[in-house]
C-alpha cells in the first residue's frame, strides 16, 4: 500500500488532508489485475472522475454504486434504470 509523508494510506507526501481525490489514477498498482489499453484507462479515468464529482455534488445522498451507474449513463455506457416510487435501481 502506498503511503505518504503522514505514513496515511494514500496520501501524497506534502499533501494535506489525505481525501478520496488523493489517490493516483494512472500509476495505481495494478499487481494482479490485466492491463488496461490507454483508451481504456482514460475511459476508466473519466468514470472515476465523473462519479467522484456526482457524488460529492449530491452531498452524499448517492452511494458509491449510484454515483458510477448515474457516470456511466451520462458517458453511454449503460441504460438507465427505471425507478419505482422514485427509489434507485
Given at each position: 500500500?502506498?503511503?505518504?509523508?503522514?505514513?496515511?494510506?494514500?496520501?501524497?507526501?506534502?499533501?494535506?488532508?489525505?481525501?478520496?481525490?488523493?489517490?493516483?489514477t494512472?500509476?495505481?498498482?495494478?499487481?494482479?489485475?490485466?492491463?488496461?489499453?490507454?483508451?481504456?484507462?482514460?475511459?476508466?479515468?473519466?468514470?472515476?472522475?465523473?462519479?467522484?464529482?456526482?457524488?460529492?455534488?449530491?452531498?452524499?445522498?448517492?452511494?458509491?454504486?449510484?454515483?458510477?451507474?448515474?457516470?456511466?449513463?451520462?458517458?453511454?455506457?449503460?441504460?438507465?434504470?427505471p425507478?419505482?416510487?422514485?427509489?434507485?435501481?
Amino acid at each position: 500500500m502506498r503511503r505518504g509523508r503522514a505514513g496515511v494510506p494514500g496520501q501524497a507526501a506534502g499533501v494535506e488532508g489525505g481525501g478520496m481525490t488523493d489517490w493516483p489514477t494512472s500509476k495505481r498498482s495494478r499487481k494482479g489485475r490485466p492491463s488496461l489499453t490507454s483508451e481504456q484507462q482514460d475511459l476508466a479515468d473519466e468514470l472515476h472522475m465523473r462519479a467522484l464529482a456526482l457524488r460529492t455534488a449530491s452531498d452524499g445522498d448517492l452511494s458509491i454504486a449510484e454515483a458510477v451507474h448515474l457516470a456511466a449513463v451520462q458517458l453511454g455506457l449503460e441504460a438507465p434504470h427505471p425507478e419505482a416510487d422514485g427509489a434507485p435501481g
